[in-house]
């Protein structure tokens, strides 16, 4: 026999049961993710922090997940994005080709998504926010010119193969090598890495005792640069990327000549305004760039 159906208690038991539905889709729907390729670099540090700032004040959930330099864990970090419903996903890649897989996922989600300070290669991007890598690259070359002249004896510390700022940057000091006649001793990968700036300038300084001035592709590899001509007893100029808290005030303390300083808390920032124009409908420009300077010790 059939049990007779309690009208007033189910409705009750939707009504009391409507809330929590309705707190997890708007919670789901407010939130935008920012994937960074690593967290162990002050630099994605503070541009995660810049896009808390500008997620927070817009009304967003900033769900912020680190890639550890792993396209695998960058793959899986966009999966599980995609079952938890965000709004738009900020990537920045661990390598323009090997984070293809990742973007499609979203893609196929149907999650706009928006790189940062990396290209990626493939995949559909709504927007892409970065400095001029190239320029930044070119402002390095000029920098020796000018203290060093013509035919000076320069080494390059590259980033992580693979990345657009690693290939940007090359690519704009090799111009400024080229148009200002440096001399390019070596040009050596350390990843992006200080242990491993400090490892490689150790072998490249036993092979050119003779070197002038060392461009770094960022300030972390620039500080461990810094470390192994400090220990050789070598005076050599040192040109940092980025300038972070630490690359800023080395160049205060006269220990780095210079950093090409770009503002990452800006780029978190812009990136989040550019998700929430996004999101309103809005048309947004595809390459949005934020402005580099150069920090000497002088200016």
């Known amino acids: 026999m059939k049990q007779p159906i309690n009208k007033k208690a189910s409705v009750?038991?939707?009504?009391?049961?409507?809330?929590?539905?309705?707190?997890?889709?708007?919670s789901a729907q407010d939130a935008i993710a920012i994937v960074l390729s690593t967290m162990n670099n002050p630099f994605f540090v503070t541009m995660k922090d810049g896009a808390e700032a500008k997620a927070k004040e817009l009304g967003y959930k900033l769900i912020a997940l680190d890639s550890q330099n792993d396209p695998s864990k960058e793959l899986a970090n966009v999966e599980d994005l995609t079952m938890r419903g965000v709004k738009a996903i900020l990537i920045n890649p661990t390598d323009a080709l090997a984070v293809t897989n990742a973007i499609r996922t979203a893609n196929r989600a149907n999650i706009p998504v928006l790189t940062l300070d990396r290209t990626a290669e493939?995949?559909?991007?709504?927007?892409?926010?970065?400095?001029?890598?190239?320029?930044?690259?070119?402002?390095?070359?000029?920098?020796?010119?000018?203290?060093?002249?013509?035919?000076?004896?320069?080494?390059?510390?590259?980033g992580i193969a693979g990345t657009s700022a690693a290939r940007e940057r090359g690519e704009g000091f090799s111009n400024a090598v080229n148009a200002h006649g440096l001399n390019m001793l070596s040009s050596q990968p350390a990843d992006f890495d200080r242990s491993k700036g400090l490892n490689v300038m150790e072998n490249m300084l036993a092979a050119n005792g003779d070197v002038q001035a060392v461009f770094a592709q960022n300030d972390e590899m620039a500080l461990g640069a810094l470390r192994a001509i400090e220990a050789a007893g070598k005076d050599v100029m040192v040109i940092?990327?980025?300038?972070?808290?630490?690359?800023?005030?080395?160049?205060?303390?006269?220990?780095?000549?210079?950093?090409?300083?770009?503002?990452?808390?800006?780029?978190?920032?812009?990136?989040?305004?550019?998700?929430?124009?996004?999101?309103?409908?809005?048309?947004?420009?595809?390459?949005?760039?934020?402005?580099?300077?150069?920090?000497?010790?002088?200016q």
């Open 12 to 26: 009750m038991l939707a009504a009391a049961l409507l809330p929590s539905l309705v707190s997890f889709s708007a």
């Open 122 to 158: 493939r995949g559909d991007i709504v927007s892409h926010i970065a400095s001029d890598n190239i320029a930044g690259g070119e402002l390095a070359g000029q920098f020796i010119a000018q203290q060093l002249g013509a035919n000076a004896k320069v080494i390059q510390l590259e």
């Open 240 to 298: 940092g990327f980025d300038g972070t808290d630490e690359g800023i005030a080395a160049v205060r303390r006269q220990q780095l000549s210079a950093t090409i300083a770009q503002q990452p808390e800006l780029l978190g920032a812009t990136a989040i305004a550019t998700a929430d124009r996004i999101l309103k409908g809005q048309v947004v420009e595809k390459s949005i760039p934020v402005a580099l300077k150069i920090i000497t010790q002088t």
